[in-house]
């Protein structure tokens, strides 16, 4: 580079401001959730949460300018190599890991705690957008094409289980959205959507019922296709579907009883009944509700909060700092958080569609599913539409990991975007 | 084509957004049940303490548990007390106690509710809740208080204290509040997360007056509070109490195992006090007294104390001198050529003879082939490669370093090593006989009563031992910490502690510790005289019984009683006899025993002489009745 350019320049300001407006909006509700009336708690303390997550944000605007002056192509470049480092952090985590709450997953660097699992998103996007990059890949036809992307997923998704952090392997999930854009037949995302809607009826009624329901089903197709259609051959393929299902309705019931632990299954069924456990983990459910529930349209006002000081909701200022949002703006604060969102992903998504290099392209959409998917299962699990598993909401949750993890994604992104108009006259 | 995907894409995550937008405006706007706040003038919420968890002996009978009591409340804005003087009467206090408790109370929040009398028992509630009605912006909160069955374990057990100002400010997350309970020292601070529970919160309505008009919602929204966990300890309540009563007017420790699982049977640190008076309202009064006390009853001496081990070290000595294979159970020594001084007595021509005299020569020589084993010729170099090795050894018996018992700040103790000396003296520049005080348990090694408990049980078990802990289950599923099932090897070849045991069968039954047998017991024992700087030498008895299928493993220490036979091993076996058989045959020596007023010979440090006899004796402040409640 001859010229010397403002490292700025071709930065798609959206995604900036939203970005630094959910980082804003985050701070000042992870002061209200530690906020103590009866201790003087100040914003800038770094012995609280607020004043440490500032530290984090600094930090992160440092990483932010180091990622923009970072030759685009590096990411490109060294994906593979990126993708062994966090390997091999998340073996050295088995051995090495200091335990926090049941999960064997922090790596400690002098004073600073990591957790590698949360890297592991931006290695597998950078990992699946080299190996996509390869036109002669295509999802749409060579099944054997889809194997190394399942490799890439497993290898860390199998190291984070062994350290007992389900949640963010769960995350992994969202890979599906970028596997569909780029060619994935449609029928496989249809059937995990089925899977789950199988999943949830069968915990819900009794499931001779819902076998008799699918036999009802099937009778009902196989005896009207051939004259809605007018095709035939269909009958074979209707009854292997049928048994399939019910296959899994009874596979599901094994499942939770004898593979999920205790309070996996647990969280799933307060997912369904809060009612059922009301001391224990329908707990977190039922107060994370009322605390958003109580601050009505407007909101009780910043501070006042009365449901999420104190011990009513767990995991404040981390998991469930969406209930403070809630309670202390009400319906109008959470509904700007989640437009916030949406028009974030909306936008990447859009930057993404533009991108001229599949890289590019797979890299945007692999960082929209994982912001997505965050946002999907962390809101909803704090207004009793997920089941409660522990993951942060992106830019808003405390803590260094997860801020950092997410903002690197981001703006990787963003830097591989802004050098878009140059792309192809470099060659 | 694939293009167009992107749109479905975009319509997912709309469709998702757009449900959560009807979700919230559903639950904040539409659904009126959780906007409880707005309506805080007839929806009160009010938070249940829970009660703290129970702690259970080894035979099921309860230790601690809780009593309801009555803590007055005041609002000051409210508060109208037009007859200072009979309000004053009523509750027992003086004028000034009530201008200076207001006082603070307006000074924490005028209309907040705040403390104003804290404990009073139910008896004193129901005499004075009548009258209390006549004084407006006064309210009573239930509340409990930790409540012991008997008078013992006090520093086991520690205490529950309001949280101070720097652990309200230190907490992690957000849990403690001001004027919350926290468990401070001993089981109660350990175990804290387990026994405190979880608050809960009800909703109820009241009318203007503040008058209960039932649960709001029918209890819909309540969550309960769930008392906390109890907790079940090997502690024997019978014979903790009876070790109680013969260390009386003694300073010193009694540890009791059981050697095949390490759960504590006893534990005593003598002087000790009732842990009631720290429970009660006058507990800054009594913690005073007892931070102030000379003799220090708040030291927790069995896991804190350090003491030499004296002879009762020669035990392991033999051990590591067997396994090591530099003696056989026919090795004998006799007393020449030795710079340790020894009293009179038969020959030891074996293991066994040389534990049960307790021969000091015996075990300098025992403790010297160890040493030079190594066949090195340089006798610098020989001793430091040696003494390592010696080290290693005494190690796996847990000396030298925290067990991990389930107790708070549990001494490491000192086992030298190497380095430690060549600190003092430099690299190869000392030998053997700048360190053969070790051989008797002298020198510079420090243990603790409790980790001398805990080798009479790996002697018991012939090899092993498991981490001594009071709590073995905890809550209904008596869940048990792992740690504590993990079963320690120290090495030592089992046939190997055959010739040590006969030894101190013969201390016990004509030996060093002969006064104190047990008829129809065989205990197996040693005694130690541990050499202080500062007075007589303290007695230490350690032991183990029955031998054939040991139940008991104890250790005893006596601060400057003397040889380890005169007071420690009576008073160990004494314990034993209790705990195997439920009744104690020498009614003679358990009563001399019992009186034996051994403290008045305890020289404090920084003292040249012992304090004079009552100059600790002040009463506690015990009573829980306010002085003055009558109508």
New interface residues.
Partial sequence: MSETKPITKNVDWVVVLIYIACLMIGWINIYAA?Y?P??NTSMFDF?NNAGKQLMWIGTAALLIVCILVIDYKFYETFSFIIYAVVIFLLVMVLFAGSNVNGSRSWIKFGPVSLQPAEFSKLAISLAISKYLSDPAISLTRKLKDYYPILGIIAVPALLILLSNETGSMLVFASFA?VL????MPGFIPAIGIVMAALLIITLLFIKWYIAAAIIVIAGLVIWLMPVMTRRRGGLWATILIAVVMIGIVFGVDFFMNNVLQKHQRGRIMVLLDPDSD??GIG?NV??S??A??????TG?GFLQG?QT????VPE?STDFIFCTV?EEH??IG??IV??L??AL??RL?VLA?RQRSRFARVYG?CVAGII?FHF?VN??MT?G?MPVIGIPLPFFSYGGSSLWSFSILLFIFLKIDAQRPFTLSRG | M??N??F???GF??L??L???L???Y???L?D??????SSNSIK?VTEIPFRGQIYDRTGKLIVYNTPVYDLLVTPYKARVDDTLRFCQVLGIERSDFDSLMAAASAYSRVKPSLFLRQLSKEDFASIQDIMVDYSGFEFAKSSLRTYTAPTLANTLGYVSEITKTQ??KQE???Y??SDYIGQSGIEKIYENELRG??G?KFVMQNVSGVYKGPWKGGE?D??A?AGENLYSGIDLEVQQYADSLMVNKVGSVVAIEPKTGQIISMVSAPTYDPNILASRYFSKNYAALARNPYKPLFNRPVMASYRPGSTFKLIQALIGLQEGVITPGSGFTHANCPVGCHNHPATGTVALGVMHSCNPYFYNVFRRIIYKNNIKNTFKASAVGLDNWHDQISKFGIGQRLGIDLPSEYKGNLPNKKYYDRFYGEYRWKFSNIYSLSIGEGELLITPLKMANVAAIIANRGYFYTPHVIHGIGDKKKVNPEYLVRHETGVEPHNFEPVIEGMIGAVEGGTARRSRVEGITIAGKTGTSQNKRGDDHSIFIAFAPVEDPKIAIAVFVENAGAGGQAAAPIANLIIEKYLTRKVTNKALEERMMKADLMSKVILPGQKKPLPADTTKKKPVTETKPSAARP
Avoid: C, H
């Fill in positions: 530690v103590n009866e201790v012995n959205i569909y854009r780029e060619g009301p001391r707990w039922i107060q509700k009322i958003i529930g109580s601050g009505g349209f009780k009365t000081k104190f011990d009513f404040q809630g009400g319906f959470s509904a989640v437009v969102f949406i992903i909306s998504v569609e959409y997505f999907m809101i909803g207004i539409l | 694939l293009e995907r992107r479905v894409i975009i995550f709309a998702i957004g449900t959560y937008l979700r919230l405006f639950l904040q706007v659904d049940s959780y906007s409880i706040e707005s919420r309200l400010e997350e957000p849990y509040r001001q979880k608050r919160t929204l969550t309960m769930v």
